[in-house]
């Protein structure tokens, strides 16, 4: 039996919505393909362009916050080439890790912060350091953000935008200490310098991001940009976990290898916060996880510089065991909320780590949907501490772990038994009426769903019984569950 007890008087903080943000890249079929079909298409429904069965789902997953158009993609990416007449965009060589392909910049700045306003979702945008300019991306800036009747924002409004985009979050570069530059921490730190000052001037309310990488490059880059503090909101940090063998046929050793990953993004993360203090002062700097998921061998051997020895779209398996890692990196983002600002699962469709598949016609979601579905009640509810005491996993740790925030009046506690086959007994000690109890299971840690299959794996009524003072019920192997109880 674990004893969950979600300490009320322990509040951690408030989780901001953009701790469930997500990354869509030109890559693969994530937006040409999996979000866009573009509007002349009559064979998939579609709205503007966008998948209406992609775009419902987002909505319902939720979504509120997306990062775009890279990645690696970002380097190469020109915004002047995705606006106006679509018919008139340029065909660019569409480039990011390792692939190259005919890029008709259907999906330009319009379209995706059209995209976000349809799905109710903060926009991330990722600026081009590696082949841009500062004035290309200064302008970019203007172009999104101005109210004034300058010539880019005339323009804006020409092409179908009168008042502002107001975006807030700009990403200047992506991964520059490889394939956006090949650049050292200290070459970047000044380059970034230069660009994040003419930004400023463009947009004061611009949070800029700075390209982090691992401890040593974000030392060396946090010391050179010491002196110029006030010029980082954020800093970016990626974290894939690459050591969990196949997508489907792992051992058990390497399916709680996986999950030891998930929880290792915390010792990332509290180690760059070490970082940060040591040369912030005063100032808040957010840790952005930028990019996060699970990233099988079967999508390509890990990294962008592996770019040449895969023949595939960075397309995986998306198990339930990937969807038991994502609940286990969520009890993580609470925790953390102070230190982390924002976080974006990598990717939103089709590739890599993705909560929703597409082929043709057909649209599913995986297990890693339902879990970040379980999750809903805790997006900008305030966390609390949450202990749990019971019987511990073949390989240490703890077979049941727990997450527990509170919202208008309601606690929501979510358990995950990450014993790969052993259900548990759970105590929860909490009062209140239940107001929905739900869990995502499934008959194996390995089960995925599919388009001749889309239901293998779902969401259920969780049984609940209720005792003074306690919740008792029983979690299946590998699974996921949410418990809201009003208080
Ligand atoms: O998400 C795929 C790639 O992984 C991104 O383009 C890059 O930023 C990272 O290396």
């Not at 051992?251 to 915390?266: H, N, V």
């Not at 999508?299 to 595939?312: I, K």
């Not at 305030?382 to 073949?394: F, S, W």
Request: charged content about 20%.
């Amino acid at each position: 039996m674990t004893t969950i007890s979600p300490v009320l008087s322990k509040p951690i903080g408030t989780v901001s919505p953009r701790l469930y943000g997500h990354f869509a890249e030109h890559l693969g079929r994530c937006c040409y393909d999996g979000l866009w079909v573009g509007p002349k298409n009559q064979d998939v429904p579609q709205t503007r362009g966008f998948r209406q069965d992609v775009v419902d789902a987002l909505k319902a997953m939720p979504t509120p916050l997306l990062r775009w158009p890279g990645g690696c993609y970002a380097d190469h990416y020109h915004w002047r080439d995705g606006i106006g007449a679509p018919e008139q965009r340029p065909v660019r060589l569409g480039l990011s890790c390792g692939l190259a392909v005919e890029d008709d910049n259907g999906i330009g700045t319009h379209e995706f912060l059209d995209l976000c306003e349809m799905i109710g979702a903060e926009p991330y945008l990722a600026g081009n350091m590696g082949s841009g300019s500062v004035q290309e991306m200064c302008d970019w800036v203007e172009y999104c953000n101005t109210s004034r009747k300058t010539n880019l924002g005339l323009e804006r409004a020409k092409n179908g935008r009168e008042q502002p985009y107001k975006v807030k979050l700009w990403g200047v570069g992506n991964e520059n200490w490889g394939c956006g530059g090949n650049y050292s921490a200290e070459s970047y730190a000044l380059e970034y310098r230069r660009y994040a000052t003419m930004l400023r001037h463009v947009d004061e309310k611009a949070e800029l991001v700075v390209c982090g990488f691992d401890d040593h490059w974000n030392r060396r880059l946090m010391e050179t940009l010491r002196h110029h503090i006030g010029l980082v909101d954020h800093i970016s940090i990626h974290r894939y976990w690459i050591h969990g063998g196949p997508g489907i046929d792992f051992s058990e050793q390497q399916y709680y290898r996986l999950l030891e990953e998930a929880d290792d993004t915390e010792r990332f993360i509290v180690t760059t916060q070490e970082i940060l203090d040591g040369v912030r002062g005063t100032r808040n700097i957010g840790i952005a996880l930028d990019e996060w998921g699970v990233w099988h061998p079967e999508s390509r051997p890990w990294g962008p510089d592996n770019a040449g020895t895969m023949t595939d779209n960075y397309e995986q398996a998306c198990t339930v065991r990937d969807a038991i890692a994502t609940a286990a990196v969520l009890e993580v983002f609470h925790r953390q909320c102070n230190l982390l600002s924002l976080a974006n699962l990598a990717q939103i469709v089709n590739v890599l780590h993705a909560p929703i598949l597409t082929n043709g016609k057909a649209m599913w979601v995986t297990p890693t949907y339902y879990v970040l579905q379980l999750h809903a009640p805790h997006v900008g509810a305030e966390a609390v501490r949450t202990d749990a005491y019971g019987p511990v996993l073949p390989v240490g740790g703890k077979a049941v772990t727990a997450t527990s925030s509170r919202k208008e009046g309601q606690i929501a506690v979510t358990i995950t038994n990450r014993h790969l086959s052993e259900a548990q007994e759970i105590n929860l000690k909490l009062s209140g009426e239940i107001v929905s109890a739900r869990v995502m299971t499934s008959d194996a840690a390995n089960a995925e769903n599919s388009a001749t299959r889309p239901n293998r794996v779902q969401l259920e009524n969780l049984e609940v019984k209720t005792e003074p003072e306690q919740l008792l019920f029983t979690l299946p192997a590998h699974s996921v569950a949410t418990v809201i109880v009003a208080s």
